[in-house]
């Protein structure tokens, strides 16, 4: 089934995207697990793989 594709500029429902997505924005960046930009994406991975493998003995981990 196939739909037109109409073009909404200068309609009055615009801008409503901008809109929302500005609300879900501000709602985002108070969530606890919001990634403001590189900087904390890098050092939230540093940290996950940093206790990766607290379960493997270190002579043992060494030797392999």
Do not use: W
């Amino acid at each position: 089934m196939y739909r037109p594709v109409v073009s909404s500029v200068n309609s009055h429902t615009e801008k409503i995207p901008a809109y929302v997505d500005e609300i879900l924005r501000l709602l985002a960046e108070k969530l606890p697990s919001y990634i403001q930009d590189t900087t904390d994406f890098i050092y939230f991975v540093t940290l996950n793989v940093s206790s990766l493998y607290t379960n493997i003995d270190i002579d043992d981990g060494l030797r392999v």
